[in-house]
């Protein structure tokens, strides 16, 4: 088997401009962007925004694009922004860092378990085992915890669920080992897909995982969820709410606190309200009806 080589490129960033580092890197990156918190936010750039392109053909135009956009950025006043870092890393290297910081974690009703731990007594907690691969979503990120808080709580036995820019397949998961049926995940990226798929199939639960995003599913559910940076999100609202039945509930994630009042008027533009909001670190989640 070969090793797939990848750039990892790294972006400094003060919270007021990771949004939009981050839409700028999930132009290019596989499955979207990463962001690493500080422990203590100490202000300036605190964040680093992270993002893996395969190694390929078009590597060095991809990030010399992104390199002329963030220096785009410094006209707007978004805060401090650093250099972009680009490094190669090889496959192995980048799975045995997420196996490092990746380790059991209780959220909400759920204990998210890597792959590669031990079993160990979930008591009455739901077990979500998980190989993220070359995926983000392992629910240490303050977004995914988020999401899964809000699955923890909400009617979903029997009921129909969308998850779209399922990564991982963690929310997906979630929602079907509570009962949701049928649940649905998508992704853009093929890499997610695949390991969407086999985390389906690890935790024993039937997902149909499709390439695409919300305008590429059928039909209405009574849940979508969808853990997106929020310039995706305000690019793709109409579509999640096309998705949304009369009565349903649209769980979204990924939002920084900057794009809040942005991403929710383009969901109050297409015809939502509402009704809750989460608010962690710098992140936002929100749930809205018709």
Do not use: C
Request: proline share 6%; net charge negative.
């Amino acid at each position: 088997m070969t090793t797939r080589r990848w750039i990892e490129l790294r972006v400094p960033a003060g919270v007021e401009g990771v949004e939009a580092v981050s839409e700028i890197l999930t132009r290019v990156g596989h499955q979207g962007i990463a962001v690493d918190l500080p422990v203590e936010p100490r202000g300036g750039t605190d964040h680093t925004v992270k993002a893996y392109l395969l190694v390929d053909g078009e590597t060095v135009a991809k990030v010399n694009d992104v390199r002329e956009a963030l220096g785009h950025l410094q006209a707007f006043d978004l805060g401090p922004i650093g250099e972009l870092e680009a490094r190669e890393i090889e496959e192995e290297d980048w799975l045995e860092a997420w196996k490092a910081q990746f380790t059991p974690i209780r959220i909400g009703r759920f204990l998210v378990r890597p792959s590669w731990s031990e079993a160990m007594p979930a008591g009455d907690a739901i077990e979500l085992v998980l190989d993220p691969g070359m995926a983000f979503g392992t629910g240490l990120h303050p977004t995914t915890q988020q999401a899964l808080e809000a699955l923890s709580t909400l009617a979903l036995e029997a009921r129909s669920v969308l998850d779209v820019g399922t990564g991982s397949g963690i929310l997906a998961i979630a929602a079907a080992k509570r009962g949701a049926s049928p649940v649905v995940a998508v992704d853009v990226d093929p890499l997610a897909v695949e390991a969407a798929r086999e985390n389906a199939d690890r935790n024993g639960v039937a997902i149909p995982v499709g390439s695409g995003s919300a305008a590429d599913v059928p039909g209405r559910f009574d849940f979508v969820i969808a853990n997106i940076v929020s310039a995706v999100l305000q690019q793709i609202a109409s579509d999640l709410v096309a998705r949304l039945a009369p009565r349903g509930t649209l769980v979204l994630a990924g939002i920084a606190e900057p794009s809040e009042a942005p991403t929710r008027d383009a969901f109050v533009r297409a015809g939502l309200k509402v009704l809750d909001r989460n608010k962690r670190d710098d992140w936002v989640a929100l749930a809205l009806t018709r």
